[in-house]
């Protein structure tokens, strides 16, 4: 059973400083503005004088105050830059495949946020991360210094052994860790491409792959993606027309739409692959939220036409980020150099905590309760969807995400900016499409939709 730790609540010193910066970042208060006396202030927020004076005491050594002694307190002459977040969502904001990351990252602690990526903090193990923390910042050298050119040894001995669970057989010197699976993918790109190269992406796909694509300056070319996985007579034409230098795709639980493939389509997939001459790069970041894992192309191809990815930013903590390539023996050190010439290392303090707490298995527990409590959201999301007219033609058997379909003559993107407004951040068809054929499409993260304001608010965007 995992123990969850509140946020420590802030103090009245803390809560007044808020509400002045909260002030100067929405431009209520601009520079060189008089602060409310310590008097006025102290009676308008019910606290002592005491407090307020401490609070602009702190705010004066950040510089974001000054006094004057016989006059007050200004706001400093320095502007700070503008904080539209302070102000409200960015609605100008082209929807592009960066699209929902920034607005799930920028939005207000108070909004709802159905179409990010991650759980809830409450879904994850706080107490433990927290207490393996402890231990190796008591007991490990990780806090001060560089890991080894690979990653931290005992963790990738571990991740090896995980790896073999799931029917991938790899080597733990097979194994580079990086900063995240994200990391992972932009040194693999790096490694295999050149600008210009062409590279297969499912249509519709987890949008940072069209992100790094285009920002390697490759050529992308989608194949539609259904229930059963990738089109493969599409596929195979795709190889044919475009000769792309490899595929990149989600075999397990597919980010946006929860599908995983079968052994044939898997089979299928390599042996076009392998004709073609097509190297295919699995992200496989979310195997864990899987009872009983599935085909991995990885592990009917035995890394040698593969590259796998995976880390646990998904299921232990957005905070806690690390990547792990699994690669063929004759490239590690190629790719060792490349990792060490764009980010010297990894995360030691991250790998080593990761390692302690993956060690006191506890894991194992918090995994299959997250999948109890996914299952149960998924049913209930489903019918809440539908009673605002919203379907989901296929329910995936585990995983966070939902694809659903808007009703007939409604464009998601349209919906998606009135629902920022107030603050609620939904996750667009088109932003996972490269056809930009999904735009009745909305992706649905079930465990964040757990308050019913999510879908009243969505009912609401969609009325106009």
């Not at 990738?156 to 993918?185: N, W």
């Not at 009872?291 to 592990?299: H, N």
């Amino acid at each position: 059973m995992t123990v969850m730790v509140a946020e420590p609540a802030l103090s009245r010193v803390e809560t007044v400083m808020r509400a002045i910066e909260a002030r100067i970042e929405g431009r209520a208060l601009g520079p060189g503005a008089r602060l409310p006396s310590v008097r006025g202030l102290a009676e308008s927020m019910q606290v002592s004088k005491s407090t307020v004076v401490e609070a602009y005491d702190r705010l004066a050594a950040r510089g974001a105050i000054v006094s004057r002694p016989g006059s007050g307190f200004f706001v400093s002459a320095r502007p700070e830059p503008l904080s539209l977040t302070a102000i409200g969502p960015r609605l100008d904001r082209a929807v592009d495949p960066v699209w929902i990351t920034r607005q799930s990252l920028e939005a207000r602690p108070d909004s709802l946020r159905p179409g990010c990526g991650w759980l809830p903090p409450d879904w994850l193990p706080q107490a433990e991360l927290r207490r393996a923390l402890r231990q190796v910042a008591r007991q490990s050298d990780a806090v001060m210094f560089y890991d080894t050119p690979q990653g931290h040894a005992p963790l990738r001995q571990h991740m090896a052994l995980r790896l073999t669970e799931r029917g991938i057989r790899a080597h733990p010197d097979q194994l580079v860790l990086t900063d995240s699976v994200t990391h992972a993918l932009d040194l693999i790109i790096r490694f295999l491409a050149e600008p210009g190269d062409t590279v297969l992406l499912d249509d519709p796909c987890y949008f940072s792959f069209q992100a790094l694509a285009r920002a390697h300056r490759l050529h992308m070319v989608g194949v539609p993606f259904g229930p059963e996985g990738p089109d493969l007579a599409a596929f195979e034409q795709a190889l044919i027309e475009h000769r792309p230098r490899f595929y990149i795709t989600n075999s397990g639980l597919q980010n946006p739409t929860g599908a995983s493939l079968s052994p044939v389509v898997v089979h299928r997939i390599l042996r076009l692959a392998e004709m073609h001459g097509t190297l295919i790069v699995e992200d496989d970041a979310y195997a864990d939220f899987e009872a009983e894992p599935g085909p991995r192309l990885a592990g009917f191809d035995g890394l040698d036409r593969v590259i796998h990815v995976g880390g646990f930013s998904k299921t232990i903590s957005t905070g806690a980020r690390l990547g792990a390539i699994a690669i063929r023996d004759d490239w590690v050190e190629r790719l060792v150099d490349l990792k060490l010439a764009v980010s010297l290392s990894d995360n030691h303090l991250t790998a080593a905590t990761l390692h302690r707490f993956l060690g006191e298995g506890s894991y194992r527990h918090h995994v299959d309760a997250m999948r109890t409590r996914l299952a149960e959201a998924r049913g209930t999301v489903v019918r809440r969807l539908a009673e605002v007219g919203v379907t989901v033609p296929f329910v995936p058997k585990a995983g966070m995400f939902l694809w659903a379909r808007l009703p007939d003559g409604f464009d998601a993107a349209a919906v998606s900016r009135r629902a920022l407004a107030r603050g609620v951040v939904l996750a667009p068809g088109n932003v996972f499409s490269l056809s930009q054929g999904a735009a009745d499409a909305m992706r649905f993260n079930v465990a964040q939709c757990a308050d019913p304001r999510v879908f009243s608010e969505l009912s609401r965007a969609m009325e106009g």
